[in-house]
């Protein structure tokens, strides 16, 4: 199925109203997936031309937001979460390691929050992985990436705490 971006948040929509939790998520996670196999959309949306961050989509009513990032080098992120939403990062081209970590102290505003690494995993071309509410994770870039990846809400308006590793 070839996908247009109207398609894909209204299926996304449809999925997050009828479920707005975990499960729902995992049925976006899905059509993340799917879209990924549309060749013509991803050429579309996440070309080399693309920021390292852009909006493509932002929903009116239940605010999460359809993104496209491509990154020309290596880059790696702290752990971090993503305060009281959720996001879904779908593997466009290349590859990402990503790490997920267990919270040993929790974060302030004053002082960061330490962690342990609990796992890495890679995520190729037409991979997806959903990160809810608290989950800690960082990704690690070592050349040219392109994602696709939702936020429950427009991060750009969430202050979120610190972390480090222990």
């Given at each position: 199925m070839s996908w247009?971006?109207?398609?894909?948040?209204?299926?996304?929509?449809?999925?997050?109203?009828a479920d707005?939790?975990?499960t729902g998520r995992e049925k976006v996670c899905a059509i993340v997936q799917d879209v990924l196999k549309d060749e013509a959309f991803v050429a579309r949306h996440v070309g080399d031309d693309v920021p390292e961050r852009k909006i493509l989509y932002e929903d009116p009513t239940l605010g999460f937001c359809i993104l496209a990032h491509a990154y020309h080098g290596a880059k790696e992120s702290n752990p971090h979460d993503h305060g009281p939403s959720w996001?879904?990062?779908?593997?466009?081209?290349?590859?990402t390691v990503m790490s997920d970590w267990s919270l040993l102290q929790p974060a302030t505003e004053a002082q960061p929050g330490t962690v342990r690494l609990a796992r890495s995993y890679t995520l190729k071309p037409g991979m997806a992985h959903v990160y809810n509410e608290g989950d800690l994770h960082s990704p690690r870039r070592d050349g040219p990436t392109r994602l696709?990846?939702?936020?429950?809400?427009?991060?750009?308006?969430?202050?979120?705490?610190?972390?480090?590793r222990a």
């Open positions: 247009t971006l109207e398609e894909f948040a209204v299926a996304c929509q449809r999925a997050l109203t707005p939790g975990p996001a879904i990062y779908g593997q466009a081209h290349g590859e696709i990846r939702i936020e429950g809400t427009n991060m750009e308006k969430v202050r979120r705490l610190a972390y480090e």
